[in-house]
């Protein structure tokens, strides 16, 4: 009895360790600018209303290209509120510490999307000429050369600490009405869209995971983001709602 006791108990602590290993690529360390749900150089803009759970930081860029907020600036003017934002935002020309803060996230922005756009190794290259709209995808690095549409809805699955990377070196651009949904435990945190041109997620629709994007990222009409949005320029919203996943 004792024997089968310690069996079974080795047994289970096997499938329990199992059960914690990660399919997919290591994850893509975001440094100081995982501090924020937006962040971006030249501009964050919104029609409003809009609504942002988490923080917003815009640098080098200052508080004036903050637009369509109403920002009413703190006592001590490190930071602002909005009521659109729950949260606080910061710009480069706010009181110190915000513009070095701003500065370490802006430089490890460039950092986490050099990362990201560097793995090598692909679990596939080019699938479907970028048009990947109907398909599931199984934790992995995919890499594209082009631009990728997603023109139906897909699906992410895996667990709660698998990973994807989804490396593009052109557009991301996702119809109107479409869901970038998630089964199996997956979360928007360990999911990386690394985009080197511009990102138009259509409206109304509804995407999972971070955008670290070299270009501008849109979220036309009611589109709405779990994650964040990372961008080497500007953050255009259109009445969106983004909020951070942790």
Do not use: E, H
């Not at 004792?2 to 602590?13: M, W």
């Not at 500065?103 to 679990?123: E, Q, V």
């Not at 070299?214 to 990372?230: C, D, E, H, K, Q």
């Amino acid at each position: 009895m004792l024997c089968n006791s310690f069996l079974q108990l080795v047994a289970v602590g096997l499938m329990a360790i199992n059960s914690c290993v990660a399919i997919g690529p290591l994850p893509v360390f975001l440094g100081q600018a995982g501090s924020y749900v937006i962040f971006a150089k030249s501009g964050v803009s919104t029609v409003p209303s809009s609504k942002i759970t988490g923080d917003i930081g815009l640098s080098p860029a200052a508080s004036p290209f903050l637009t369509g907020f109403s920002l009413t600036k703190s006592a001590v003017g490190t930071s602002a509120s909005s009521i659109q934002v729950v949260g606080s935002l910061f710009a480069a020309d706010f009181t110190s510490p915000t513009p070095s803060l701003l500065t370490t996230g802006a430089n490890s922005l460039t950092t986490a999307f050099n990362d990201a756009a560097s793995r090598s190794n692909p679990t596939s290259i080019n699938l479907a000429a970028g048009a990947i709209g109907g398909r599931t995808f199984a934790p992995g690095l995919y890499k594209w050369t082009s631009g990728v549409s997603i023109l139906s809805s897909i699906t992410l699955s895996g667990t709660a600490v698998d990973t994807w990377i989804f490396q593009i070196s052109g557009t991301l651009i996702t119809a109107a009405g479409v869901k970038v949904t998630l089964a199996g435990g997956a979360l928007p945190k360990n999911i990386v869209w690394v985009v080197s041109g511009a990102v138009t997620l259509g409206s109304t629709s509804q995407f999972n995971g971070v955008i670290l994007a070299a270009n501008s990222v849109t979220l036309s009409t009611g589109a709405t983001l779990n994650g964040r949005i990372l961008a080497q320029t500007a953050v255009v919203l259109q009445k969106a709602v983004v909020t951070v996943n942790l």
